[in-house]
């Protein structure tokens, strides 16, 4: 996953244009996606699809001809969707369109303008102070023009067509955690389910922020009714516990999931209520899709001082802060996956177990006594209300040993899906 993120770092990624493309062009190695492209100007929901911006160079050279900022070093040193520029000019003339930190005066921060044409360098203060006066040459190849917004899917077939929804944004440059290491994540996590059959079917949706999942939400409206639970990855390799947010809902299965496979796992982490401000579970989550997706994190947006910077580098996230992100994706979809409510065939008082072998499927496991009450407490619970997290939360007991005694119950004859 880390070899991934350095192949995608250097691309020059924005919510539109070529550097998009080359960006699911490398996730394409992995997984067989499917491309959309969407006319520029087309109509999704309150939004229109903008022009596609594509940049080849930008710089800035002093008035000795020493190129001071150069997009060559850096995809974060042009402003976002700048317009075409090639002037010379005073310092005083070009220091409105720099943008710095000065409170981090080694680090480059990231910078947008998508909607309002704008143009301008980011750059680290220390660069700016060190600035002479005089005469400044400023260049940026870009081209801003009618094109398409694009975005992929992978999909795994289930055996229902209810799907779960995984969605990770595509449209920032050279930050690593923010958010390539969510695409790492995604990405592998789609990889373990090629060759099984799970029961929902999985989405996995790799798009621009914001404008990306609303035009997924306007292009699916007619079908968004088959997500049944979501999961928004962002944020997934630094060295911060995890974090999850929940879905709007609150109490979507995915929250109970999350929550579930969080606490019984011993891992620091933090759950946090829904807000509409942070990535696309707030567009899947919005009043009139109102999808049960929440979103997964290590340190949320905005809560560690790299958070769009040029200190979000390959260094600040970490293999096996991916992992663990990876594997606790792959425990809740798990649980979820295998979440099912029975219905009790024999209601009307305890069934005898040890006359259809059931008991006797017992003898000698260690767990027997924990597996005997797994049996029990489906038998109570089946009642077509009740699901086996159900089951596993209020017996305090291993999710994969309620599952395994639905499984033998279910053979049994005693209860039916």
Known sequence: MHALVE???????????????????????LLP???????????????????????REAWIADPSGRRVVDLADSSLHV???????????????????????????????????????????????????ALPDGEYEVRIDSTLADGHLTYAEHVVPGQ?????????????????????????????????LAGSTPYYTYRFLFAPGTIGAITWLARNAGRVERVKHGLVLACAGD???LTYKRSRRGDAEI????????????????????????????????????????????????????????????????????EDTLAVCREAFAVLDRDRRYVNLSPYGEPQL?????????????DAQEAQMAMLWVLSLSDGEHGLLDVAERAGLPF????????ALHGAGLVKA
């Open 160 to 192: 229902v067509p209810d799907e779960v929804l995984v969605s990770s944004h595509v449209c920032h440059p050279a930050l690593a955690n923010d958010n390539l290491a969510g695409i790492a994540v995604a990405a592998f996590l789609a990889r373990s």
């Open 400 to 407: 994969d040993t309620v599952v395994a005694a639905a499984d």
């Open 354 to 366: 040890g006359r259809r072998g059931l008991y006797a499927a017992l003898g000698g496991r260690s």
């Open 33 to 55: 996606l499917e491309v959309h492209e969407v006319p520029t100007g087309t109509q999704v929901l309150d939004w229109t699809v903008p022009q596609e911006w594509n940049v």
């Open 255 to 322: 929250d109970r999931v999350m929550r579930y496979v969080l606490e019984t796992s011993g891992r620091p982490h933090e759950i946090r209520e829904f807000t509409p401000y942070g990535y696309d579970e707030r567009q899947f989550c919005s009043p009139g899709f109102d999808l049960g997706v929440g979103s997964l994190s290590r340190t949320p947006y905005a809560g560690y001082p790299e958070y769009h910077t040029s200190a979000d580098d390959l260094d600040f996230v970490t293999p096996e802060a991916m």
């Open 79 to 129: 402003l976002g969707y700048s317009v075409p520029v090639s002037a010379r000019m005073p310092l005083s003339e070009l220091r409105p369109h720099l943008h710095t930190l000065p409170d981090r005066p080694t680090w480059v921060p990231y910078r947008t303008s998508y909607y309002k044409p704008d143009w301008g360098f980011c750059l680290t203060q220390e660069t700016l102070d």
């Open 7 to 29: 192949r995608m770092y250097p691309l020059r990624r924005s919510i539109t244009g070529d550097g998009v493309r080359a960006t699911l062009d490398v996730v394409g190695e």
């Open 239 to 241: 060295r911060g516990s």
